[in-house]
């Protein structure tokens, strides 16, 4: 019953911003380890951000670290990631994912639950 969904992608241009969504059904968001992680044709999955369930602690990746910020939106059992001064590096497919409280959360590997993705290009 698990699902989650994706939304927010699009075609910018360097430097634009964008929000992305991830709406959670069939749990409560609150209760697990969140993340959001992207992937461009040719390279690995990486994780963006994520959201430490134990503590809530919020997790960067170096190169967005400044630029992207994690929220989480509990009446709307959401998650959004805010992404500013895009770069065109940023274009991939980006998904959201959930998991049971988990020591590192920004290891894909385990992650029980994920989205469908969001296509965000960023192009002059």
């Known amino acids: 019953q698990a699902q989650l969904v994706e939304s927010g992608g699009g075609l910018l241009q360097p430097g634009g911003s964008l929000r992305v969504s991830c709406a959670a059904s069939?749990?409560?968001?609150?209760?697990?380890?969140i993340g959001w992680f992207r992937q461009a044709p040719g390279k690995e999955r990486e994780g963006v951000s994520c959201i430490d369930s134990v503590d809530g602690t919020t997790y960067y990746a170096g190169s967005v670290k400044g630029r992207f910020t994690i929220s989480r939106d509990n009446a709307k059992n959401t998650v959004y990631l805010q992404m500013n001064s895009l770069k065109p590096e940023d274009t991939a497919v980006y998904y959201c994912?959930?998991?049971?409280?988990?020591?590192?959360?920004?290891?894909?590997?385990?992650?029980?639950?994920w989205g469908q993705g969001t296509q965000v290009t960023v192009s002059s």
């Open positions: 069939g749990f409560i968001l609150e209760h697990y380890t």
């Open positions: 994912a959930a998991d049971l409280p988990r020591p590192a959360c920004m290891d894909s590997h385990g992650y029980d639950y």
